[in-house]
């Protein structure tokens, strides 16, 4: 499912940290209105952090010279979620637009 086709009122499955999901979160943050839709951003938001986490754990414990760019990765997306929580959506869509340059 995609952005373009689905609704603000339901949860897309987010499975994968790639360019595409985090540009269809973005996009969907982006224009998110309403508390039942803020929660279901959210919980794509939060899935596309646990993605970064395990990608960023992972790294270090590879010593992969890629580990201090997938920390970051995480915490721009964690900073994103705390701007949706504030009801800043486009800012925080910004933030994921722009973390989309530090997807290895």
Known sequence: MTAA?????DIIPVEELTRDAML???????S??????LI????EI???WSLADIAARDAALAADPGASRASA?????????????????PE????????VTLLG
């Open 5 to 9: 086709t689905s609704g603000g009122d």
């Open 24 to 30: 269809e979160v973005a996009g969907r943050v982006q």
């Open 32 to 37: 998110a209105s309403g508390f039942a839709e």
């Open 40 to 43: 279901y951003r959210e919980s």
């Open 46 to 48: 939060d899935a596309l």
């Open 73 to 89: 990765l995480r915490d721009e997306i964690g900073r994103a979620h705390d701007l949706l929580a504030e009801d800043q959506c």
């Open 92 to 99: 925080a869509a910004a933030i994921l637009r722009a973390a």
